[in-house]
């Protein structure tokens, strides 16, 4: 709701412990129990990180609800009942019955089909967000650490700047600008959350490029590009999968929220957060038109915090939970 | 620490003016303030044009601007466009109002978010501990806008009906029952409650979880195993040892949401229909009125500024090791 989460609170916070203390260190290999390196030694990182993960019940268990319901969104053309459009008034506000397995709307639109649909655009929106939130923040956090000087304080300011932005302030103003297609609103919002995966990738790279390793590559002649991509990239696949997948959270949250003020996606194109919206005036005669499209945003998005805290253990050779 | 309250200041006055630049365009360039008049068919042209001559709206939007900047910096906020009503006592009151809101939550948040943090770490990996954990992924995870419906329903329909009650125990919209006059503290706080509750939730989930963080730290360092060790009583200990050094994230994380608070309860304040900085928002926002957009947002923004300052300094004060240069 308020600040970063900036949701209001606005921004996800991470779940797990505080920023301050929970520098995400990178280079996995050095602090590993020596596991024997060889040539198949991205299997054997993807393996290690598998077999973390596999021990963190329920982040497994929200992975496999996660995609089941993505698995469902995506099948909606067959699964639903109705056309998401499909109006019949004589069947208005129904409640759950076996005609209308989660009740309609005020228009007779069949809730389910409505919800199915809706998820495919809530689900794409927040994995839109991560794509290309992550894309710009790892661009600018690799640039700015590696090229350091004078770019850097440039994009630092600018993430900073980007930061005391009030999220959701931003959004409603900036919608009402560039109006409302998926496209726009996927923008919009990863403009507002690139800035933690820059930070993160931001300082690994400064830590990463003082390594030995990456002395040794430059003497090769190995040039900035290929640097970034061959040494620093894979040292910081951990931290900026576990933030991306708190991207998603927060996307989903925000879309919904923007939705629920009336400045989203616009109907009849239908999103959990806009069928929220559209069924607040009926809370008293239709409870069951808030009930479900809620349900569903703290399901998804408590299955993505879930999945991200498991991750960032399967990925932090240091278990916390023994510490 | 002066340099670094200088320097804060020197960054803040360029970003606050970028900023009300940018709402200025955007506010003027999404919806115009004749749009009410203009829809009403009885007004003439020469009316709105008039109007416009005496809003002057017709000025160049860079005349407009500085004429805006000028009069805000000699303290002269205007008066609305739309409701013509000085801007300055409506956002008063609506910052007021929602500061009791933000204030309630959040120290109502704080401290049962420490509590919690504190129990839970001290007992790690017990049954409370998960229960904690779970919940603060709950709340982390609560859409709040959907919550604060829920607890409509709960508190407004569903309570009533099980009851037979003749009215909610906690109200759920408004600041205070229609018709009241003066201050009843009971209905205050019966108007209080609901919306009050719906910021907690993620409040109290991002505090027990950095205190829950920070106490483990805290207790695991060797000043404690000092203090234990030379039979401290485990109560002295804890409080004296440990909770005064793990407060210290948490009081910075305290200080940065007062900051955001004051422009980020848009979503609560709508629904329960508290008169507070949400509300006036969206509603100039809809009509153009960028005289009340503009010190809305140089207010809000200024709170953030201020706040993240003071969060920096209260982690100087609180933590001597750590200096500004």
Sequence with gaps: ?323 | MIALVVRRFAVAIPLLLATSILSFIATRSVSSPEAGIRSNPRVSAEDIARYREQLGLDDSPTEQYLRWLGNFLQGDLGRSLVSNREVWPQLRTALWNTTVLGFTAIVFSFVVGVSIGVIAARRRGSFLDAGATGAAFFGLSMPNFWFAIMLQLFFGLYLVDWFGLDGPVLFTSGMRSPGTTGFDLMDRLRHLALPALVLSVQLIAVYSRFMRASMIDALNADHVRVARAKGLRERTVVRRHGMRNAMIPVSTQLANDMGALVGGLVITETIFQWQGMGPLFLDALQSGDYVVILPWLMITASAVIVFNLLADLVYTFLDPRIRYA
């Design chain 1, 1 to 323: 709701m308020l600040s970063r989460a900036r949701t209001g609170l606005g921004e996800a916070v991470e779940p797990g412990e505080p920023p301050e203390i929970d520098e995400p260190s990178m280079s996995d290999e050095t602090r590993e129990p020596v596991e024997p390196v060889d040539a198949t030694e991205a299997v054997t990182q993807a393996r290690m990180v598998w077999r973390r993960f596999r021990r963190h019940r329920t982040a497994l268990v929200s992975a496999v609800i996660l995609l089941a319901l993505v698995i469902v969104c995506l099948a909606a053309p067959w699964l639903a009942p109705y056309d998401f459009t499909d109006q019949q008034l004589s069947d208005q506000f129904s409640s759950p019955n076996s005609d209308y397995l989660l009740g309609t709307d005020s228009l007779g639109r069949d809730q389910l089909s409505r919800l199915l649909y809706g998820g495919r655009v809530s689900l794409s929106v927040g994995f839109g967000v991560a794509i290309v939130g992550g894309v710009v923040g790892v661009a600018v956090g690799t640039v700015a650490g590696y090229l350091g000087g004078f770019v850097d304080a440039v994009l630092m300011r600018l993430t900073d700047f980007a930061l005391a932005l009030p999220a959701l302030i931003f959004l409603i103003v900036a919608a009402r600008i560039f109006g409302d297609s998926i496209i726009t609103v996927v923008l919009l919002v990863s403009a507002i959350t690139w800035m933690g995966v820059a930070r993160i990738v931001r300082g690994a790279t400064l830590s990463v490029r003082e390594q030995d390793f990456v002395m040794a590559a430059r003497a090769t002649g190995a040039g900035p590009m290929r640097i970034i991509v061959r040494h620093v990239l894979p040292n910081i696949v951990g931290p900026v999968v576990v933030n991306l997948t708190l991207t998603v959270a927060a996307a989903i949250l925000l879309e919904s929220a923007l939705s629920f003020l009336g400045l989203g996606i616009q109907p009849p194109t239908p999103t959990w957060g806009n069928m929220l919206a559209g069924s607040k005036g009926y809370v008293q005669t239709a409870p069951w038109l808030v009930w479900f499209p809620g349900l569903l945003i703290l399901t998804t998005v408590l299955c993505v915090n879930f999945l991200g805290d498991g991750l960032r253990d399967a990925f932090d050779p240091i278990d916390r939970r023994d510490r």
